[in-house]
């Protein structure tokens, strides 16, 4: 059958390799190219006519009409199916909130002396005020000759209210052993 028409002579139906008289051959079984040809044609083309360069660029050309003719053969690609998820990220809520702000005034406080007057040193007078003033009956703004003899000189140092802030991160904080004595001073009043 040659199209929608059968071949003269022969039944409908019927394989031309079976009927009699014709040859006893096997029939030729091909595989289907997976590879055109005509890109070899192209490089080896190119080589010829320009030598390495041809080679480089007829290479070049090959690739790119085979990736395009893949592209143009390749079925489209369909997103694959995800379920869809209902949640929300939630705002993280911090534990002890006051705690994680003293954490980080008392780390600030380490790194330089502007640091420890900005961050450090409000949060340690409003405590030893507080502790003055239940303890000794002391105010701690009104009263500094009494504060200062109750907390120590090297507290006072650092906790005197009427002693300005350091003017820049340049100058060093007071080390941890200096807080651990002011901290010392504070809980014996």
């Known amino acids: 059958m040659i199209g929608d028409q059968p071949i003269a002579g022969l039944p409908a139906g019927a394989d031309p390799r079976e009927v009699s008289g014709s040859d006893s051959r096997p029939p030729v079984h091909r595989r289907p190219r997976t590879i055109p040809r005509w890109p070899f044609a192209l490089i080896a083309t190119g080589l010829v006519v320009a030598g390495p360069a041809g080679l480089l660029l007829a290479t070049s050309v090959a690739c790119a009409l085979l990736v395009l003719r893949m592209r143009l053969l390749a079925p489209e690609a369909e997103p694959p199916e995800l379920p869809t998820l ?41 405590v030893a005020a507080a502790r003055l003033a239940e303890r000794r009956g002391i105010d701690l703004y009104d009263q500094p000759a009494l504060a200062a003899n109750a907390l120590g000189a090297e507290a006072w140092g650092l906790l005197n209210p009427a002693r300005p802030p350091a003017p820049d991160r340049s100058v060093p904080a007071p080390d941890r052993s200096t807080l651990a004595r002011v901290l010392d001073a504070i809980e014996q009043i």
Request: no cysteine; proline share 10%; charged share 25%.
């Open 86 to 126: 209902r949640w929300r990220r939630r705002a993280p809520v911090p534990v002890l909130p006051g705690f994680t702000r003293t954490v980080g005034s008392v780390e600030w406080g380490l790194a330089s002396a502007y640091d420890f007057d900005t961050a450090l040193r409000p949060r340690l007078a409003r």
